[in-house]
């Protein structure tokens, strides 16, 4: 009989591989819980409802809140995903404007089409130098917010993402006074950022510099189990029972009390033992960073903007791109990174895993660095990829134009057409590598040379995206 998904991964985690990926939790023994069959039950007298808590589950939500000094804070077990769906709809009636930043994920997207809303958008800014080089976003500034807000007073709420997902955290608390002189709430993406809370080493979190809604994935950054998140709230701008319904709406009705376990398990420990862990987290982290100095090579990016858990390794000085560098990791050395595009690769962290995985990530990296730098004339050190017929692909923060909006085009006919063909085409569907899951074109969104050169250059590369397959894209039929 054919293998399946148990299986497979029962073998996949057996094989001793270091997960310098998500989640958090790293399948670190000392977060390990019994028998997880168990501990899934529904709701039976008391173990609380999370759609209307009022016991264990309402006072686990309460001591969050008190924590992080929110009005609310709701356990989200449908990952960071629910709780952006939730955060817009809640803010938004069908038909309304919203302002929205373009390096928003997918989720942000879809519920635009959903609720047939008309998005302005405020575009990452050009930083100049290797963040350019590497095609990774820079901040949201709040000049370009306030002036994407000029000339409308009918937009109902500002979406951006902080940190991105490598690491770059925009100026919030500036962000959220734009906009809230307007009236306008802002919700901030923070999945990324559910560790920002338990050191002073990481920047402040959204919900402290003043957003209205801010949402986080425990399992992405924290010892917990996946599609385990939080949201933060404050009222005000924010309707209380707007949000309610949405969380309701979005949420399972069956929530897991698996996973809400062990998000309050994730909890205690950052407010227990994870302090000290932290600290030597941060420690380690540190050390990793020093290490990285001696690399000839590759380099380890780093920006003023960027907060410092996420490792993002750059080969624009070698002959190889991310993905390359990303199997060897995995095929030589048995590191398994978080994601690779164009010429980098994205290792994640966490206070779960312990100096000997930095120090097996560095070492590894420290041999490949060597042996790279071997096959290059010394000449070439520090400069830009010596000249291999290759141009790697990166993310194009392009100003598409736009043919209609989303909702539009999801119910107009579609054809299939070879990628080359595709010039001047309207798309007919999302396209967007898979991760990080953020929208290279939307419904609606006419499809240009650049684009097409790019989607090309990402299929030589090996680089999933979701749109296209075995270079056809679908477009929408003109009428």
Not at 272 to 284: A, F, I, K, N, P
Request: charged share 25%; glycine share 6%; proline share 5%.
């Amino acid at each position: 009989m054919k293998q399946g998904l148990y299986e497979i991964l029962a073998e996949y985690c057996r094989a001793d591989i270091l997960p310098m990926h998500m989640p958090g939790h790293k399948r670190n023994h000392k977060f390990c819980i019994e028998n997880p069959y168990e501990l899934d039950v529904t709701e039976v007298p008391g173990l609380d409802n999370l759609h209307q808590p009022e016991g264990v589950i309402r006072e686990l939500m309460d001591h969050i809140a008190e924590e992080y000094r929110s009005d609310a804070s709701f356990l989200l077990v449908n990952g960071s995903t629910c709780g952006i769906l939730a955060a817009i709809t809640a803010c938004c009636r069908r038909g309304d404007r919203i302002l929205v930043a373009r390096n928003c994920h997918k989720a942000v997207y879809n519920a635009i089409r959903l609720l047939e809303l008309r998005p302005v958008y405020v575009y990452p800014s050009a930083e100049g130098g290797e963040m350019d080089t590497l095609g990774i976003a820079g901040i949201i500034s709040p000049e370009d917010v306030e002036g994407a807000l000029e000339g409308y007073t009918d937009i109902s709420c500002a979406v951006i993402t902080s940190p991105t997902y490598e690491g770059i955290v925009s100026p919030v608390a500036a962000i959220a006074d734009v906009v809230h002189n307007r009236k306008i709430p802002l919700i901030v993406d923070e999945a990324h950022g559910a560790h920002f809370h338990w050191h002073e080493t990481f920047p402040d979190t959204a919900l402290t510099e003043g957003a209205d809604i801010v949402i986080e994935s425990l399992h992405k950054t924290l010892p917990a189990l996946t599609q385990t998140g939080v949201l933060h709230a404050r009222y005000g701008l924010v309707k209380e029972a707007f949000l309610t319904w949405s969380l309701q709406t979005y949420q399972s009705s069956s929530p897991s009390y698996l996973l809400m376990a062990g998000a309050e398990r994730c909890f205690s420990y950052l407010l227990g033992e994870g302090r000290t862990e932290m600290q030597r987290y941060v420690s380690d982290l540190e050390w990793f960073q020093q290490k990285m100095k001696e690399l000839k090579v590759l380099r380890l990016f780093r920006s003023r903007w960027k907060e410092p858990s996420k490792l993002v390794i750059a080969t624009d000085r070698t002959p190889v791109h991310g993905r390359e560098l990303a199997d060897r990791l995995r095929e030589v050395y048995r590191i398994e990174t978080e994601m690779s595009c164009g010429d980098y690769v994205i290792a994640m962290t966490s206070v779960a895993d312990e100096r000997k995985s930095f120090e097996k990530l560095a070492s590894a990296l420290r041999e490949i660095d060597r042996e790279l730098a071997a096959k290059l004339d010394r000449q070439a050190f520090g400069s830009v990829r010596p000249t291999d017929g290759k141009k790697s692909f990166c993310y194009d923060w392009h100003r598409p134009e736009s043919g209609m909006y989303s909702f539009e085009a999801a119910y107009l006919k579609k054809r299939r057409v070879p990628l080359h063909e595709a010039v001047g085409e309207l798309a007919a569907e999302p396209v967007y590598p898979y991760p990080p899951g953020i929208p290279l074109l939307v419904e609606g969104e006419k499809i240009l040379k650049e684009m097409v050169e790019l989607l090309e250059r990402a299929a030589s590369q090996q680089i999933s995206v979701h749109g296209v397959a075995d270079g056809f894209i679908n477009v929408l039929v003109k009428e």
